[in-house]
């Protein structure tokens, strides 16, 4: 009985597909004439009728077959069960089938392939190779690469480190001399942070980011107000932040410079050298005075915080310059507390000084601006403070170190990309990936994989992930930042609430609305994948001379 509804079952399910109206074939073809046409529906009436007919027959000889099995329905009453489970799973089964070859007729010359990311129009200007068919040197000729042409150019590191910091240390004692501690701004000690901190930085000279806090003088307190990503936040403000100057006590933010005697040249927290007015006022010359907050706003200006800035580090240069036998200037005009030592030898050794406001009791950190690490669009607004992770990316750093093996690639990869990323911008110019992107690509690979898998003989296949994680993300227009919306960040780091519930935030947002931009960097990206295996050979043998591009222009302090 079951064997005989199975067939019935498969008649019908033949006879539906195959039936022209319900199911046609695409690449039938029209034929010429009427004529054919009446000829082939003709055909396909005999074929239903002797369908039919076939059909009458089967039914007959069911009708048989029901009377016999009822006289041997007790005899088999045992067996019936598993053999209709049987019949009907193989019922189901070749349902099952005709439906899968059904739809892979009518799909498989249709199907197109699937795109990682972008519009068509845009990946096919692209003239990249796939990472998959990149062919990395092996381990021993990366080893013999990265200790000829990386680990011996940042042999002098620490040496370095000590140098400035040392410097540094004076330099800010001597600000601290120079201010009035009633009106002025008060200076904390300064935290390293970046790559020459985080034991990987390639880059020829080597260059020390200090952060130095600072905090307004009584009764004034800093209240940082920051969006990381939320639907309401418009996209360029995402990752920025304001900082509302009040009073300690909440009354409304007034001026102290008439109740406190300021020496000459001494800046206050609101005010520029013209005392006794408030913003928007109008000073001896009928200008507008130097205010540290925005014009008719309480919150703090970034361009008015660093010309105080830089107006107090000259003045406690003045103080200290015959202790030493340098010279000090302000360096890249573009960067926000960009300096540099000048030695009589004609060398030069470069340091960043920024100054921060810490974001109530977090290792989160506003800053003026992102030197040369363009992970977010341009400000709104001079109002407008970047967010930095920087202490908790060196923190990460240093608590995933302490769970890898001895001699972990993680850096040594990170430092092969950036090296790779240095020569390439060289070539054909900048582009829109930075080693902030390679970073925060190598920040998730280490939360992704297990510890194991950084041993240092894990070398050329962690590079390779590195370039495959960064591939994908370059061509999907997405790398969420590491901190920002990610659950899974450890939450021993102390995060705040607020970061970690935050939506993700996508650091090649830029991408998306620049499409210029998007070209020249994918584009740019693998000419760098081509000329990785040729490159990494050549320094294998010798370290060429060309460590640093021509000095920028410096302003003497």
Request: charged share 25%; hydrophobic share 35%; with cysteine.
């Amino acid at each position: 009985m079951a064997m005989g509804l199975f067939r019935v079952c498969l008649v019908v399910v033949t006879a539906i597909i195959n039936h022209p109206l319900l199911f046609p074939r695409e690449n039938a073809t029209i034929p010429e004439n009427e004529e054919e046409i009446i000829r082939k529906m003709q055909e396909h009436q005999e074929k239903l009728q002797m369908e039919q007919l076939r059909l009458e027959e089967e039914l007959s000889r069911l009708e048989a077959e029901k009377e016999a099995l009822r006289q041997e329905e007790v005899e088999d009453q045992q067996q019936q069960e598993p053999h209709t489970t049987w019949d009907l799973w193989s019922t189901l089964c070749m349902i099952l089938f005709l439906i899968i070859e059904v739809w892979r007729q009518d799909h498989q010359d249709g199907t197109c392939p699937e795109s990682l990311g972008g519009d068509e129009d845009e990946l096919s200007g692209l003239g990249g190779i796939p990472l998959l068919g990149l062919s990395l040197p092996n381990r021993a000729t990366l080893d013999h690469f990265y200790e000829h042409c990386i680990r011996s150019a940042t042999g002098d590191a620490t040496r370095t480190r000590e140098f400035v910091e040392g410097f540094v240390d004076d330099l800010l004692e001597a600000l601290r001399s120079v201010c009035n501690r009633n009106t002025d701004m008060e200076m904390e000690d300064f935290i390293g942070v970046g790559s020459m901190y985080e034991n990987w930085q390639v880059e020829r000279p080597l260059l020390c980011h200090l952060f130095v806090p600072f905090i307004p003088p009584e009764p004034y307190s800093f209240h940082p107000e920051f969006w990381c990503s939320s639907p309401s936040v418009p996209l360029e403000r995402q990752g920025y932040g304001q900082i509302k100057v009040t009073l300690a006590d909440g009354d409304p933010l007034g001026c102290i410079c008439d109740k406190t005697k300021l020496g000459e040249d001494m800046l206050c927290l609101l005010h520029g050298k013209t005392r006794g007015t408030w913003p928007g006022s109008s000073g001896r010359n009928g200008e507008m005075e130097n205010l540290l907050c925005s014009r008719e706003s309480s919150y703090l200006d970034t361009m008015q915080v660093m010309k105080w800035f830089q107006v107090a580090l000259t003045r406690a240069w003045h103080r200290i310059a015959h202790k030493y036998e340098f010279d000090l200037a302000f360096g890249e005009l573009d960067t926000p507390g960009s300096l540099k030592i000048k030695f009589r030898s004609g060398k030069f050794m470069p340091f960043i000084l920024t100054p921060v406001i810490q974001c109530d009791d977090s290792d989160l950190y506003f800053v003026t601006q992102l030197p040369k690490e363009p992970c977010m669009g341009a400000p709104a607004s001079s109002t407008d403070w970047p967010l930095s992770f920087a202490v908790y990316e060196r923190q990460f750093l240093r608590m995933t170190a302490k769970a890898l093996p001895e001699g972990a690639c993680h850096l040594s990869c990170l430092q092969i990309a950036s090296f790779l990323l240095s020569k390439q911008s060289r070539l054909t110019g900048p582009s829109g990936l930075k080693n902030y992107h390679l970073k925060t690509a190598l920040l998730h690979l280490l939360l992704s994989r297990q510890a194991a898998d950084w041993k240092a003989s894990q070398l050329d296949v962690r590079l390779q992930d590195l370039l495959c994680f960064l591939e994908r993300s370059l061509l999907e227009k997405k790398l969420h930042h590491f901190f920002v919306g990610n659950r899974k960040v450890p939450k021993a780091m102390g995060l705040p609430e607020v970061v970690h519930r935050a939506e993700p935030l996508n650091l090649f947002r830029p991408f998306v609305l620049q499409r210029t931009l998007y070209h020249n960097t994918v584009n740019s990206f693998y000419e760098m994948l081509k000329n990785t295996p040729t490159l990494i050979s050549e320094y294998s043998l010798h370290v060429p001379s060309d460590r640093a591009s021509p000095p920028p222009k410096t302003v003497a302090l």
